[in-house]
């Protein structure tokens, strides 16, 4: 069965989006390779011009980068960091984040919008970091947003899927592939997220803090394809009240 990822056209066999923020240079191939991540993000700071730690020269051919807007406080602020990016050679594709809360790093919402209208002008593929909200979601559908990325806890908490019950209304009410990022801490809760019916997971901490990183990876590439595999499967029925035996009980010494 062919299953894409379809992001604006374009089409990934992976949907395991890695972050990139946490991992030293020499072993974020090996972490790509394990975890067969197609698309990764980058903060614009570390895909510098040139020298000893440009990200850049450390990432398989084939990958579609994904440079984030970290460290932008206003939409404003987004756009520049974004068109930066794209002078370095890091392509269309942008992740916004947007945040001004240095405490909890939750993004502002508003500002994401806005940023989003100002990227999808300038011809930007647009996926947004956003705080799961219904409403929000419509505004950054409207605005040209290619995706959007909401939050289960908070960034780098791997606290789970603290925002489980928003994410799945945003599963049933937004026509735009739902990719969740930060906060999923274990396999176990991206193999959840996908059961629900979200179109990738992204982690970074996760994998970036575990014994061995290229094992989480993998795990985690595992899991992500266990839960779509279960998501397009069809779950079975929950019966609350009452068990059910899995072979008849009776009728079997009838003959």
Do not use: W
Request: glycine share 10%; hydrophobic share 45%.
């Amino acid at each position: 069965m062919n299953d894409t990822l379809v992001i604006a056209g374009h089409e990934f066999n992976s949907r395991f989006i890695l972050g990139s923020g946490k991992f030293s240079l020499e072993i974020v191939k090996a972490v790509i390779e394990q975890g067969e991540a197609e698309i990764l993000t980058l903060a614009l700071r570390r895909a510098n011009m040139g020298g000893e730690e440009n990200i850049l020269d450390y990432i398989p051919k084939g990958i579609t980068l994904l440079p984030n807007t970290s460290g932008a406080r206003t939409a404003e602020e987004a756009l520049r960091i974004a068109r930066l990016s794209r002078e370095l050679g890091c392509g269309s594709f942008v992740k916004v984040e947007v945040i001004r809360d240095s405490r909890y790093l939750l993004p502002d919402n508003y500002e994401t919008i806005r940023a989003t209208e100002l990227l999808a002008r300038e011809g930007f593929t647009v996926l947004p970091y956003m705080y799961p909200d219904l409403n929000v979601a419509r505004e950054l559908q409207n605005a040209g947003a290619a995706a959007v990325m909401p939050l289960a806890s908070p960034i780098g908490s791997n606290k789970g899927l603290v925002t489980k019950e928003f994410i799945k209304i945003l599963i049933d009410e937004i026509d735009l592939p739902i990719i969740v990022d930060a906060g999923i801490g274990r396999p176990s809760q991206a193999c959840e997220a996908m059961e629900l019916g979200v179109a990738a997971v992204m982690c970074n901490t996760a994998v970036a803090t575990a014994g061995n990183v290229a094992l989480m990876a993998r795990a985690f590439k595992q899991a992500i394809r266990a839960g779509r595999d279960a998501y397009l499967a069809g779950p079975g029925r929950v019966l609350e009240h009452s068990g059910e035996a899995s072979s008849p009980l009776t009728g079997f010494l009838e003959d």
